[in-house]
């Protein structure tokens, strides 16, 4: 047994994994914890190495950060070149979302880490707008590469940056954005299954619109009919759209962003709903659903992520658990609550007990009736179960 690359291998350099850790990279997972590796050859963080099992065996190509506790992020799996893997990665996500959703919208995420096999960007495309997302020093190290590539696949006329991510810090990175590639562009106009959003990519949450909730947004539209319709969490009125144009009989949209409700109601007027019977709540969701009354037929939450990582998650727990509390004890009979947790550390059992606590403390008896994820154009690699965050439960309070 030897830890050295056989003479006859002609492999660059090599990070060596210890016994026994090669097993989740053969299983195609595409991280590499620093307690994994028995030893770094000289290299500069950031850096492609090849990556092989306690034997000298070839495993495939990653890129390491001894900064990072995930130290090391696979980009092949096999010998390709890994500018070539990037392109191949890059090319069938593309056509995976040409496939899935034709013509239904111009606005979908193109690239989503992990689960198109490109761990650390995202790349969401809004019209002729792409707006890349960057978390790690490898793919930072990739970038010429990468816009060459989405340049040759996408023809965008421009490409933007919204890198502003705290997880930067722990790869010694500062939070960025910025423009990339074209000309400038402060917002776009978006179309989805026949509606239209206005997107402020400037000042924007993420890289501008919850892209992960199209098929909710479907749903709700399904769901909105001669309902009075609570949109709590609504941002840049997603649901509040879909669901005019399901034929809602009123809406109240809320959020504590004055700019995010503003949008909300450009988007209302933009597809001509501003007539009807919309009211808007700047304010706390939790202050706010105490006071009002929540005569409601379809109650939509959707909060951030109240855990952002593992320690929060006593304190994300307590607020799900509130917030439910407070609408099963007013909801109307009947009512239908469509809740979601974007939390990965809040997991779909945990979520489920917060929910049926909060039943049980406001003597109500909920049944869940649907369960929904993101779609398409969200994979989720079954090798890396981390990247299923979204989840989305529609109740009913009897
Ligand atoms: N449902 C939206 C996305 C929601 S993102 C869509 O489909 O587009 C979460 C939203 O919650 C953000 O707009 C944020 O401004 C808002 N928010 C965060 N904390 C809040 C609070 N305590 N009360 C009300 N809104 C809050």
Request: glycine fraction near 10%; hydrophobic fraction near 40%.
């Amino acid at each position: 047994m030897t830890d050295l690359p056989r003479p006859d291998d002609p492999g660059g350099k090599a990070v060596l994994l210890k016994p026994g850790k090669d097993k989740a990279v053969r299983n195609r997972h595409h991280w590499i914890f620093s307690g994994a590796v028995r030893r770094f050859p000289d290299f500069e963080d950031g850096e492609i190495l090849d990556v092989r099992d306690a034997n000298g065996g070839f495993l495939g190509r990653g890129y390491f950060n001894r900064r990072s506790s995930i130290t090391g992020r696979m980009i092949a799996f096999d010998e390709t070149p890994p500018g070539e893997a990037v392109e191949n990665a890059v090319r069938r996500a593309a056509a995976l979302r040409e496939r899935l959703l034709g013509g239904s919208t111009d606005a979908f995420r193109v690239v989503n880490g992990e689960g198109d096999g490109l761990p650390g960007l995202i790349v969401d495309r809004y019209g002729g707008v792409l707006v890349l997302q960057i978390s790690t020093l490898g793919i930072e190290r990739l970038k010429p590469a990468i816009l060459d590539v989405l340049e040759r696949t996408l023809s965008p006329e421009t490409i933007l940056e919204k890198s502003n991510l705290p997880s930067r810090r722990e790869e010694g990175m500062a939070p960025f954005e910025g423009l990339l590639r074209g000309r400038p562009v402060e917002a776009v106009e978006i179309r989805e299954n026949g509606l239209r959003f206005r997107v402020d990519l400037a000042a924007s949450q993420k890289t501008g619109f919850y892209l992960d909730q199209r098929e909710n947004r479907k749903l709700v539209r399904d769901l909105a009919a001669g309902r009075r319709v609570l949109n709590a969490f609504c941002y840049t009125g997603g649901f509040t759209i879909a669901a005019w144009a399901g034929g809602a009989a009123s809406i109240t949209s809320l959020d504590v962003s004055a700019p995010a409700l503003e949008l909300a109601r450009a988007n209302v007027g933009l597809n001509g709903f501003s007539g009807r019977e919309n009211t808007y709540l700047l304010g706390d969701a939790f202050e706010t659903l105490r006071r009002l009354p929540l005569d409601f037929d379809l109650i939509i939450l959707d909060p951030p992520a109240f855990a952002k990582r593992k320690s929060e998650v006593v304190a994300a727990c307590r607020g799900y658990k509130d917030i439910h509390r407070i609408v099963f004890q007013k909801c109307p009979e009947g009512a239908l609550i469509l809740t979601f947790s974007c939390s990965y550390f809040v997991d779909e059992k945990l979520f489920r007990q917060v929910i049926f606590q909060a039943a049980g403390e406001a003597g109500r008896r909920v049944q869940i009736i649907g369960r929904h994820r993101p779609t398409g154009d969200h994979p989720v690699n079954v090798f890396h179960p981390e990247g299923d965050y979204l989840k989305g439960w529609l109740l009913h309070a009897g």
